[in-house]
Every structure is written in structure tokens, then in C-alpha cells.
């Protein structure tokens, strides 16, 4: 699906400050089905998408050139192995 002539005028940088925004009147927000539990407030109305299907892309983020742990290691590989890179 494409939305075109929408623009994205900001970003909430946690589900809690997504629903004050949203609760504020500051747009719209979207979460996974997992986190709707948590998102129950009496200023905030809660849709499914009308859509079969619908993807999330999530980004892993961390400094570039900077250690990273083998832990971290180990699940990135995984992902690339589950997801391709």
C-alpha cells in the first residue's frame, strides 16, 4: 500500500509518548497487535487496519565503528540467517 502525498511530521521516540501525541490530537499512531494491552487510555481509540497483512519494518540501530558485543553479534546473526541481510 502506498500513501502518497502524506508527510511524516515527526516521530514519538516511545509507545507512551506515540500515545500522548496521539491522545493530544497530534496525529496517528501504529503498534503491533502484542502491545494494544498496553496502550488502553480513555483519549486514545483503537483500530485494526483493514489489511490482511501488514509489515513493521524495524531498523537495529548502534554506533558505527564502535565494539559490539558478542551477544549483539549472535543475534545479528541470527536475524540475517532467519531474514537475510
Request: hydrophobic share 45%; charged share 15%; glycine share 10%.
Amino acid at each position: 500500500m502506498r500513501f502518497s502525498g502524506l508527510t511524516c511530521a515527526g516521530s514519538a521516540g516511545s509507545l507512551h509518548m506515540m500515545l500522548t501525541l496521539v491522545g493530544a490530537g497530534f496525529g496517528v499512531g501504529f503498534t503491533t497487535e502484542t502491545r494494544i494491552a498496553t496502550c488502553q487510555r480513555p483519549d486514545v481509540v483503537i483500530r485494526p487496519l483493514a489489511t490482511a497483512s501488514a509489515v513493521i519494518t524495524t531498523y537495529l540501530l548502534h554506533v558505527d565503528g564502535a565494539p559490539v558485543p558478542a551477544l549483539l553479534e549472535r543475534f545479528i546473526a541470527r536475524l540475517r540467517a532467519h531474514f537475510g541481510s
